[in-house]
Nanobody, 118 residues
Framework: QVQLVESGGGLVQTGGSLRLSCVSSQSIFSINAMGWYRQAPGKQREMVAEFRSGSVTDYADSGKGRFTISRDSAKNTVYLQMNSLKPEDTAVYYC????????????WGQGTQVTVSS
């Protein structure tokens, strides 16, 4: 089972930026897809951004134009650059890996808290 550790969250003001990091215990070449997900209080967990085979990326509408997912294969790390943060971005952010189909995710970790103040 792949192990993933998230970091980089924090408290920022509206319009600020953060870069989240996710370090994998396995080579990311062996992982079908990796992505970032978030869950805000009282809301369902949602996909934020994903890397898929062929370096194809997918973004939720809420983050398009503001968020960028990237990776450093040598470091087995996936990043999420978040710019122009809004209060509604406040949530616990999780990194995870999944199969292509069906979409079976690895175990969810502790995540990293992102809080955006007005």
């Amino acid at each position: 089972q792949v192990q993933l550790v998230e970091s980089g969250g924090g408290l920022v003001q509206t319009g600020g930026s953060l870069r989240l990091s996710c370090v994998s215990s396995q080579s990311i070449f062996s992982i079908n897809a990796m992505g970032w997900y978030r869950q805000a209080p009282g809301k369902q967990r949602e996909m934020v951004a994903e890397f898929r085979s062929g370096s194809v990326t997918d973004y939720a509408d809420s983050g398009k134009g503001r968020f960028t997912i990237s990776r450093d294969s040598a470091k087995n790390t996936v990043y999420l650059q978040m710019n122009s943060l809004k209060p509604e971005d406040t949530a616990v952010y999780y990194c995870n890996a999944r199969t292509g189909w069906p979409k079976i995710y690895a175990s969810w970790g502790q995540g990293t808290q992102v809080t955006v103040s007005s």
